[in-house]
């Protein structure tokens, strides 16, 4: 079993940078890839980013990329998204997502694929 408690969101004007962090509780958070989705008002929920277990492997989705960087620390159960450059379209509820695999350098960019959600934290960006 493992429990997400995504924090970090805000409102922000465009241009600016967050970082949001997922804790992870429970002792199986080493062997799980990690994924960042998000849904606007009046839209899917969308991919933004997964990774690896390994922290080395990771994908990010198109609109998000060169801007969006996910880590991970597995010492601290944390995985964590540094937003730079945010814009207006960036908006909305951001959610970690996790699944235990076996495969070290294994990321799912399909959130069907996940098992595990936090409850999402809000951003906001301004124009």
């Known amino acids: 079993q493992v429990q997400l408690v995504e924090s970090g969101g805000g409102l922000v004007q465009a241009g600016a940078s967050l970082r949001l962090s997922c804790t992870a509780s429970?002792?199986?958070?080493?062997?799980?890839?990690m994924g960042w989705f998000r849904r606007a008002p009046g839209k899917e929920r969308e991919f933004v980013a997964a990774?690896?277990?390994?922290?080395?492997?990771?994908n990010y989705a198109d609109p998000v990329k060169g801007r969006f960087t996910q880590t991970r620390d597995n010492a601290k159960s944390t995985v964590y998204l540094q937003m730079n450059s945010l814009k207006p379209e960036d908006t909305a509820d951001y959610y970690c997502?996790?699944?235990?695999?076996?495969?070290?350098?294994?990321?799912?960019?399909?959130?069907?694929?996940?098992?595990?959600w936090g409850q999402g934290t809000q951003v906001t960006v301004s124009s």
């Open positions: 990774i690896a277990w390994n922290g080395i492997n990771r």
């Open positions: 429970g002792r199986a958070f080493r062997m799980s890839a």
């Open positions: 997502a996790a699944v235990q695999t076996p495969n070290s350098n294994i990321y799912f960019s399909q959130s069907d694929s996940y098992t595990y």
